[in-house]
Nanobody, 127 residues
Framework: QVQLVESGGGSVQAGGSLRLSCAASGFTYNVDRNTCMAWFRQAPGKQREAVAALHNHGVTTYTQLLKGRFTISKDSAKNILYLDMNSLKPEDSAMYYC??????????????????RGQGTQVTVSS
């Protein structure tokens, strides 16, 4: 059974940084296959949106507006997916979710593409 557990969320002032972690059990990202993992976020009253994805044999893709401030990475030895967030803004406040799938097609930035999803970790950025 696949389980994804996010951690690292919290409250931070604008301009600060956070590192989110997603510990995966029962699932291993395989760079030799088209597995994918991603981070999504959802703020109150807003639609869930993709933040970044690791897919297609190790390629990373970011939502354009977040590129340069956020970095997705993976520790294969620990089987943990990370999201490093820098220069945080109040509009980055949201519940952040980790997702994974054994095989992704072109929809790796789509929540519906993923069979496995975590429960989320809250990030709150104050001005």
């Amino acid at each position: 059974q696949v389980q994804l557990v996010e951690s690292g969320g919290g409250s931070v002032q604008a301009g600060g940084s956070l590192r989110l972690s997603c510990a995966a059990s029962g699932f291993t990202y395989n760079v030799d296959r088209n597995t994918c993992m991603a981070w999504f976020r959802q703020a109150p009253g807003k639609q869930r949106e993709a933040v970044a994805a690791l897919h297609n044999h190790g390629v990373t893709t970011y939502t354009q507006l977040l590129k340069g401030r956020f970095t997705i990475s993976k520790d294969s030895a620990k089987n943990i997916l990370y999201l490093d967030m820098n220069s945080l803004k109040p509009e980055d406040s949201a519940m952040y979710y980790c997702a994974a799938d054994e095989y992704c097609r072109s929809g790796f930035m789509s929540w519906g593409e993923y069979n496995h999803r975590g429960q989320g970790t809250q990030v709150t950025v104050s001005s």
